[in-house]
């Protein structure tokens, strides 16, 4: 029959058994944060990476049959299989200005009411947080965005559907602006 620990032992705060337990505690709480970080930046990454993905993706059947007939510059843009490093500091610029219409609805929303300070205070002080970080790792270090210059990437990035296995077999470029 196997030993059972006794739970209602009491422990004095300063033994060598309270300082093992209070490590142990110490390092699950700092597992679980390691993991949750790891998860957001990836969560980051998989939105920065289906962003990009719907910018460079045509997405049904019709508008394929539509961008053979007629092509204008958007759809056009869609069909490249290999982007120059112009195409993609356009990209770059159209994804700092993802958030416009939620700002403008935010904007909307407060100005009809009467109190100063909005409803959506904290959701547009995160998106201004958000913009300026990606702006000043964009104007410094450089932004890390799909590699859109390499045909077999786009083509993966086009066909991805989300699936973090799949992230890393996604190449990453740093795009510093001019």
Known sequence: MPKV????????????KAMELASKEHHKARHARTVECTKNKTNVLIKKIQWF??????????EKMETEIEIDESQAFKVKNI????????????YF?????????????????KRNIGQYFSREKSIQMTLESEK???????????????????????????????????????????
């Not at 270090?141 to 799949?166: A, C, F, M, Q, Y």
């Open 136 to 178: 000043n790792e964009y104007e410094t270090s450089g932004l890390s965005v799909p590699d859109l210059t390499l045909s077999d990437n786009v083509n993966l990035i086009r066909s991805w559907k989300g699936e973090r296995s799949k992230l890393p077999t996604i190449k990453l470029k740093l795009i510093k602006k001019n």
């Open 53 to 62: 993905r719907e910018q460079i993706t045509i997405e049904n059947q019709q």
């Open 5 to 16: 620990k006794r739970l209602n032992k009491i422990i004095h705060p300063n033994s060598r």
């Open 97 to 113: 200005h993802r958030f416009d219409d939620e700002i403008e609805q935010i904007k909307l929303k407060n100005s009809i009411g």
């Open 83 to 94: 982007y120059s490093i112009e195409d993609m500091h356009k990209l770059i610029d159209l």
